[in-house]
C-alpha cells in the first residue's frame, strides 16, 4: 500500500531558529514529490520535487529529494510567526493519484 | 484571480440528510478531486475526473456520488449524511494538457467544513 509518513507531527520554535521538516514515502510507481503549506484554509504549493529537479529554493524555504532513501526534506531558516502553519507532504504516484501524509504543525513564536 | 471556488464554507446536516457541495474551477482545467481532511489522517481522496463526464473512484468512495457535465463544475453529493463524514472537504484541480497530471500540482479550494449530527 502506498504511503507517505511525515515527522515530526508538531514543532514548536522560536523566531529565527531553524526547522528540517521530513517526508518519506513508498509508493509504487513515484513521480514527484510535493510540499504544501496550509493555514487557515487551502493547502498552497510551495515546491514539486522529480528525477530531473531535485533540489528547490525559494526565499527562506528549501527542499531536496533523496530518491535512494525514498525522502525529502523542508528546510525554513530565520523562522517568522507567519510560519507558522501545517506542512504537508504529497507524492503523485501512477496516474492522477496524489497521496498526503498526516502533515507537521509548525508553531513559530515571538 | 478565483481560481477554485467552493461553497458553501460551513453546513450542518443532520443523520439521513442530503446536500451538494459545490465546486467550480475557471482554470480549464481538466483534472478535478475531492479530499476530505480529518485530523491524524491527512487528505483522502473521495472521488476524481479527467474530463467531462468522466469520473472515478479515489480512496474513500462510499457514500459520495460525483459527476462531472463542464469542465468548470465538480460537485460532490451526499447521498444519505452519517456522522462519520464529519469532516473538512477540499476540492482540487490541475491540468493535464500537454503533460500528465501527476507532474502538475493541485490547486486547492478553501474548503467546506461539514458537521453531521
Known amino acids: 500500500e502506498d504511503k507517505v509518513v511525515q515527522s515530526p507531527l508538531s514543532l514548536v520554535v522560536h523566531e529565527g531558529d531553524t526547522v528540517t521538516l521530513n517526508c518519506s514515502y513508498e509508493v509504487t510507481n513515484f513521480r514527484s514529490l510535493l510540499w504544501y503549506k496550509q493555514e487557515k484554509k487551502a493547502p498552497t504549493f510551495l515546491f514539486m520535487l522529480t528525477s530531473s529537479g531535485i533540489e528547490k529554493k525559494s526565499g527562506r524555504l528549501s527542499s531536496i529529494l533523496d530518491k535512494k532513501e525514498l525522502s525529502s526534506i523542508l528546510n525554513i531558516t530565520a523562522t517568522q510567526t507567519g510560519d507558522s502553519a501545517i506542512y504537508l507532504c504529497?507524492?503523485?504516484?501512477?496516474?492522477?493519484?496524489?497521496?498526503f501524509g498526516t502533515g507537521t504543525r509548525l508553531k513559530v513564536l515571538a | 484571480n478565483a481560481g477554485v471556488t467552493q461553497t458553501p464554507k460551513f453546513q450542518v446536516l443532520k443523520t439521513g440528510q442530503s446536500m451538494t457541495l459545490q465546486c467550480a474551477q475557471d482554470?480549464?482545467?481538466?483534472?478535478m478531486s475531492w479530499y476530505r481532511q480529518d485530523p491524524g489522517m491527512g487528505l483522502r481522496l473521495i472521488h476524481y475526473?479527467?474530463?467531462?463526464?468522466?469520473?472515478d473512484q479515489g480512496e474513500v468512495p462510499n457514500g459520495y456520488n460525483v459527476s462531472r457535465s463542464t469542465t468548470e463544475d465538480f460537485p460532490l453529493r451526499l447521498l444519505s449524511a452519517a456522522p462519520s463524514q464529519t469532516s473538512v472537504y477540499f476540492c482540487?484541480?490541475?491540468?493535464?494538457?500537454?503533460?500528465?497530471?501527476?507532474?502538475?500540482?493541485?490547486?486547492f479550494g478553501n474548503g467546506t467544513r461539514l458537521t453531521v449530527t
Open positions: 475526473s479527467v474530463g467531462a463526464g468522466i469520473t
Open positions: 482540487a484541480s490541475s491540468s493535464i494538457r500537454g503533460q500528465s497530471s501527476y507532474n502538475s500540482p493541485l490547486h
Open positions: 504529497a507524492v503523485s504516484s501512477g496516474t492522477y493519484k496524489y497521496i
Open positions: 482554470m480549464n482545467h481538466e483534472y
